[in-house]
Structure formats: C-alpha cells, structure tokens
C-alpha cells in the first residue's frame, strides 16, 4: 500500500514561511508527477503545485512568487517551501502523486497537514 505522510505544518505569523515534505513509500517514486493541493473550511480543494518526472514545476497564480515546490527521488520526497505566507494560505495541505504528466488524474493522496497563518 502506497503511503504519502506530510510533515512540516503548523501555525506561523502573517509573512513568515514553512516547509511542507512529504514522504512516499511502497512508491516508485522518480516517475511519478508530485504535487500539492490545499483545502480552507468551506471551500474546494484546490490545486497549489507540482513537479513533474522531468523536474518542471508548475505553480498556482495565488501562490507564484512565493512558494517553490522541490523533490529528492533519492529520498523519495517532495517539499513545498512557502514564504510570505498570508492569512489567506491557511488550509489543509495536501500532498498527491500522479502516474501522469500532470495532477489532473491524482492516484494517491496523503492525510494532509495544518497550516495556520495567523494575521
């Protein structure tokens, strides 16, 4: 069973950073496009970033310009560094795992991790 556990949430101050990591097992790792979602009360999950086999990125207007998403395939993880963090990023973070060129088709999903930005 593939297992995605997220690391790295918490609460932080309007314009601080944290690191998100999330840690695949029982994965072939290097093939997969990894990837970010969030999800705030009362909405939508919605897409924040990811990185593809070849190492492309692609992030979320929302989040351009402060977040970077990163992978070790050596280690099997996926990080996403985010700065400037506005109250608005509070949400549940979500890490995913693609055998596709995108996160369009998401195969797996891990439990996700607060952050809370405070204001």
């Known amino acids: 069973q593939v297992l995605l556990v997220e690391s790295g949430g918490g609460l932080v101050q309007a314009g601080g950073s944290l690191r998100l990591s999330c840690a695949a097992s029982r994965l072939t790792f290097s093939p997969y496009t990894m990837g970010w979602f969030r999800q705030a009360p009362g909405k939508e999950r919605e897409f924040v970033a990811e990185?593809?086999?070849?190492?492309?990125?692609v992030v979320a207007d929302s989040v351009k310009g402060r977040f970077t998403i990163s992978r070790d395939n050596g280690e099997n993880t996926v990080s996403l560094l985010m700065n400037r963090l506005k109250h608005e990023d509070t949400a549940v973070y979500y890490c995913a795992a693609s055998s596709t060129s995108s996160l369009s088709d998401v195969r797996y999903w891990g439990q996700g991790t607060q952050v809370t930005v405070s204001s």
């Open positions: 990185i593809r086999r070849s190492g492309g990125t």
